[in-house]
């Protein structure tokens, strides 16, 4: 079976919910490792069409394992298949994500932990100035597509060394810089599902490759990477 049936993945993973425990999987693991099948063939072409546009280097598939060591949470699976892909090069920066849940699916891209370096330089960037990435967020289909930055892990006041009375310090709080966009279960069982994860992995690009201009530059403009 080699069609994308999101209909049983989701009423899969509607009964992992209700039955989080390894004796259920153990159970079930045939239509669990059937989904897994699905999804791959799933991600697969949609890495071949983003990389008709984009150079993927890699493609994460996130486990359904759950990693309880320092989680209040001892359910042993996670409810929702996810996946990532990664751009290829020094050159290309940004990753795509895909969640696939019932009642919580979305896309999302941009930056979820930037290295400490990575993360200044970003900061630096919207002190000196943010109009580009205004300009990107006001631009009507990118608003159309995606949600503003994630402000869940801003700090609460301003990072050492920033002003916290700075006009742009609404950006320069922040620890990652990742924009989203959810699906509702209707739209993920339509046929052009694919099409629509698509569509907004590309609507990523204008900030994609602003924010590689600028993790790949110094605040001079000058390149810091071997070419």
């Known amino acids: 079976m080699n069609s994308f049936n999101p209909e049983a ?13 390894r004796e259920w999987m153990q159970d079930h ?9 699905i999804l791959k063939t799933f991600y697969s ?13 890699k ?20 409810v929702h298949r996810s ?26 891209g941009g930056f979820f932990k930037p290295a400490p370096e990575d993360l200044l330089r970003i900061r630096k960037e919207f002190e000196f100035d943010s109009s580009e990435i205004k ?16 402000t869940d892990s801003a700090v609460k006041t301003a990072p050492r060394g920033f002003d916290k009375y700075h006009e742009n ?9 990742i924009v ?6 209707a739209e993920v069982f339509t046929e052009d599902f694919q099409d629509k994860v698509l569509h907004h992995f590309n609507t990523l690009r204008p900030f994609f490759d602003y924010m590689s201009s600028v993790l790949t530059t110094n605040l001079n403009g000058e390149s810091i990477i071997d070419n």
């Open 45 to 57: 072409k949609l890495e071949e069409r983003l990389n008709e546009t984009d150079k993927i280097a």
């Open 180 to 185: 989203k966009h959810s699906f509702t279960d």
């Open 83 to 108: 996946v990532s892909f990664s751009r290829a090069g020094a050159q290309r920066r940004g990753g795509y994500y895909l969640r696939l849940e019932p009642g919580n699916t979305y896309v999302a």
């Open 169 to 177: 310090i609404e950006l320069i709080r922040l620890k990652k810089y």
């Open 59 to 78: 493609v994460k598939i996130f486990r359904i394992n759950r990693d309880l060591r320092f989680s209040p949470n001892k359910t042993p699976y996670n």
């Open 29 to 37: 693991r045939t239509k669990y490792l059937e989904n897994e099948k």
């Open 135 to 150: 300009r990107i967020f006001n631009d009507s289909e990118f608003k159309q597509s995606f949600e503003g930055f994630n």
């Open 9 to 21: 993945i989701f009423k899969f993973l509607k009964q992992l919910k209700k039955n989080n425990n």
